[in-house]
């Protein structure tokens, strides 16, 4: 598509979206008695207006219920967090008993650790991604260090990072899979952020995933910006685990739980450590009290405590709107509001003498979402403010990074056109 640097062009896309109408959805905060032009929904996603409506429903049970609600509720809490398993097994691509909502991010990767990081002397190295998100490094860190004094293995040698290459933004897919072969038998685990947080970089799962298993190791994905974000099929990928944030793409709130995926491969093996608690034991039997754990047959044998329901009635929500739109409109419209919002920056750029606008995250539309990370060359933290307070939401990384997600679901064509007059006003200001 020839696009234009016009509002008529930018309201003429608007016009044709298919997903226009869920813009109306969500809450956006205002500057200025607007609505904001919303770009970090990566880092938190906008309010759905129906998140209060089923927070309110769970309030009304449990003032009007009160114990009770667990059964007579009319979406009963004791079994609340089945009502996920077959919407979010659509958005990743799993079958409904292989996916499940509990904890938060890291809490899951952990506890999924615990089943698919069991080093041994000659099995104990864990690939990751250079840079990965801080959370992640720490878990590595120290899942490493608990096992290295029991197992005896060298901690400094167990994490493999995969880096850049000099002067290269993103990493290479031809590097990862190198290395794989390179660590060989001793590769216990690769852990991979599917979407680099940072530059948007979305690796290639299938193929990663395959030549891990080649080499007898698990690999497991930190979904938390894929989600709701890209294109996923874990079941068909054969990815061992994987574990998600709600909150960014997938709008449930602040601080909100995790989906969380094992591969139904898995689901029967007896060999696989893992903490138990009660909502992990046989349905049926659960409220029996017994003494022996029995774990319900799926992802939901991981399952630990009684589910936080105030917490899921949000994420509900936000899950049913994303399986009644459904992944393949929402990653359509991605692509074209994401290389509108390039064409954008690239015409602000030729526009205005002294801009240098250095886009890092790839090109092709396979290996990025929905997010653009650029480098703003010769720009200070001035800008970013600037932004801020004339309406646009955006983040910061130093040294002079911005991220801006032009989330599909509540962007507008619009939006994206508004930013470029802004932004440019920034720049010669
Ligand atoms: C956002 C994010 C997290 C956050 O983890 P929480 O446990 O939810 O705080 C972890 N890892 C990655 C890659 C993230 O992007």
């Known amino acids: 598509m020839n696009f234009q640097n016009t509002k008529e062009f930018a309201q003429e896309l608007d016009r044709s979206d298919e997903l226009k109408k869920y813009r109306n959805e969500f809450s956006f905060p205002q500057i200025n008695d607007k609505d904001v032009i919303y770009f970090t929904g990566n880092s938190l996603g ?3 207006k129906k998140a209060k409506e089923y927070v309110d429903e769970v309030m009304e ?38 996916v499940g909502v509990m904890n938060t991010l890291t809490v899951n990767l952990h506890l999924l650790m615990v089943s698919f990081y069991r080093p041994s002397m000659k099995k104990y190295k864990i690939i990751c991604e250079e840079k990965a998100f801080p959370s992640d490094q720490y ?36 590097d990862v899979l190198e290395k794989i072969n390179e660590i060989g038998e001793e590769l216990a685990l690769v852990l991979i952020g599917g979407v680099n947080y940072y530059t948007g970089q979305v690796f290639d799962i299938q193929r990663i995933t395959e030549e891990g298993h080649k080499v007898g190791a698990y690999v497991g994905w930190d979904l938390a910006h894929a989600a709701g974000n ?18 960014k793409y997938m709008n449930s709130g602040p601080g909100n739980v995790s989906g969380f995926f094992v591969h139904e491969a898995h689901h029967n093996d007896k060999e696989l450590s893992r903490f138990a608690g009660w ?28 589910l936080p ?38 015409e602000i750029d ?6 240098e606008f250095e886009v890092i995250t790839p090109v092709s539309q396979e290996e990025r979402g929905c997010q653009l990370s650029v480098y ?53 200001d």
Not at 69 to 98: M, N
Not at 350 to 355: H, V
């Open 46 to 48: 906008l309010q759905p």
């Open 61 to 98: 049970d449990w003032a009007s219920l009160a114990v009770e609600g667990h059964f007579y509720a009319d979406k009963p809490w004791w079994d609340y967090h089945e009502r996920f398993c077959q919407p979010l097994s659509e958005i990743v691509g799993g079958k409904p008993t292989e």
């Open 139 to 174: 878990m590595f860190q120290t899942q490493v260090d608990f096992h290295a004094k029991n197992v005896g293995f060298d901690p400094k040698e167990a994490i493999v990072e995969i880096k850049r290459r000099e002067g290269e933004n993103n990493i290479r897919i031809e």
């Open 230 to 247: 890209i294109e996923l099929k874990l079941n068909e990928w054969k990815v061992d685990f994987a574990a998600w944030c709600s909150y």
């Open 279 to 306: 909502y992990g034991h046989n349905k049926e039997r659960r409220f029996l009290m017994e003494p022996q754990f029995d774990p319900v047959q799926g992802a939901n044998g991981w399952q630990i405590s009684n």
């Open 309 to 346: 329901v105030l917490s899921l009635a949000p994420y509900l929500a936000s899950v049913e709107m994303f399986a009644e739109v459904g992944m393949k409109k929402i990653i359509k419209k991605r692509n074209l509001i994401t290389s509108y919002l390039e064409f954008i920056l690239h």
């Open 350 to 355: 030729k526009e205005i003498e002294g801009a």
């Open 376 to 428: 703003l060359h010769g720009q200070g933290k001035e800008l970013f403010h600037f932004l801020m307070k004339n309406g646009v939401v955006t983040d910061w990384r130093e040294p002079n990074v911005i991220r801006l997600a032009p989330v599909p679901l509540y962007t507008s064509f619009e939006d994206i056109y508004n930013f470029g007059q802004i932004l440019k006003r920034g720049i010669c």
